[in-house]
C-alpha cells in the first residue's frame, strides 16, 4: 500500500509555543488529507480536512485558528498547533485519500505524532 | 469532531482461538466500512474493508460480516495469534462523502 509520513514522531513544547507538524505522501499524490487527534485510550477523532489549494474544513468544536493547517501541495499537509497547551497533549494522526478513494474514501494513514506540552 | 469517546472494551482470547470483535454504526447512509488495527503509539493500519452491497468478506485469516438491518459490523479472526493483540477500530463511510467515522475501538489481548 501507499507510504504517509509524519514529521516529527514526538515533540515536547512549553506551553504557549506553537508546533508544526507534518503530513507525507511518499509515492501518491493526494488532493486530500484529513488530520485526526486521540486521546489515551480513546478512538480517533476528525479535526479537520485538509484540501490542496483551499482551506481546511473543520470539524464542529475545532478551533481553526488554534490548529492551522497548511496543503499547499499534493504530497503535504501540515497541521499548527498554535500557543499550545497541556490540553492540546494528544497524539496526532494524519491520513491521505488513496487516489482511488474519491466515491468511498479510502485512507492511508501516517504513524502519528506524539504532542507533549509542559 | 465526531467519534465516540469511552474507555476501550476488552477481548481476551487464547492463542489459536478465534476472535470476534463487534460494533455498531451509527449512520444508515454509510455504505463502506473498514476495520483497522492500531498497535501502541502507531497509526491505524488497514486489515480489511466491505462495502454494503455484501454481507461478507474474506481476507487472509480475517472475515468481515455486515448486516445493514441492524447496523452491525463484526471482525473474525481466525487461529489468534500473540501478534494480533493491538486495538481494533471499526469506521464507516459513505458514498461521496469526505469523512470517515471510527467507532470506539476493542482492545484484544491475546493470551499465549
Known amino acids: 500500500g501507499a507510504v504517509v509520513s509524519q514529521h516529527p514522531s514526538w515533540v515536547i513544547c512549553k506551553s504557549g509555543t506553537s508546533v508544526k507538524i507534518e503530513c507525507r505522501s511518499l509515492?501518491?499524490?493526494?488532493?486530500?488529507m484529513f488530520w485526526y487527534r486521540q486521546f489515551p485510550k480513546q478512538s480517533l477523532m476528525l479535526m479537520a480536512t485538509?484540501?490542496?489549494?483551499?482551506?481546511?474544513?473543520?470539524e464542529q468544536g475545532v478551533e481553526k485558528d488554534k490548529f492551522l493547517i497548511n496543503h499547499a501541495s499534493l504530497t503535504l499537509s501540515t497541521l499548527t498547533v498554535t500557543s499550545a497547551h497541556p490540553e492540546d497533549s494528544s497524539f496526532y494522526i494524519c491520513?491521505?485519500?488513496?487516489?482511488?478513494?474519491?466515491?468511498?474514501?479510502?485512507?492511508?494513514f501516517g504513524p502519528g505524532t506524539r504532542l507533549t506540552v509542559l | 469532531g465526531e467519534s465516540v469517546g469511552l474507555h476501550l472494551p476488552t477481548l481476551s482470547v487464547q492463542e489459536g482461538d478465534n476472535s470476534i470483535i463487534n460494533c455498531a454504526y451509527s449512520?444508515?447512509?454509510?455504505?463502506?466500512f473498514i476495520w483497522y488495527k492500531q498497535e501502541s503509539g502507531k497509526g491505524p493500519q488497514f486489515i480489511i474493508d466491505?462495502?454494503?452491497?455484501?454481507d461478507k468478506r474474506q481476507g487472509q485469516r480475517v472475515t468481515v460480516l455486515l448486516n445493514k438491518t441492524v447496523k452491525h459490523l463484526s471482525l473474525q479472526i481466525a487461529a489468534t495469534q500473540p501478534g494480533d493483540s493491538a486495538v481494533y477500530f471499526c469506521?464507516?463511510?459513505?458514498?461521496?462523502?469526505?469523512?470517515?467515522?471510527f467507532g470506539a475501538g476493542t482492545r484484544l489481548f491475546v493470551k499465549a
Open positions: 491520513s491521505a485519500r488513496a487516489p482511488s478513494g474519491e466515491v468511498y474514501n479510502e485512507q492511508f
Open positions: 509515492d501518491f499524490q493526494a488532493t486530500t
Open positions: 485538509s484540501n490542496e489549494g483551499s482551506k481546511a474544513t473543520y
Open positions: 449512520n444508515s447512509a454509510s455504505d463502506y
Open positions: 466491505i462495502r454494503s452491497n455484501m
Open positions: 469506521a464507516e463511510s459513505y458514498t461521496g462523502g469526505f469523512k470517515t467515522i
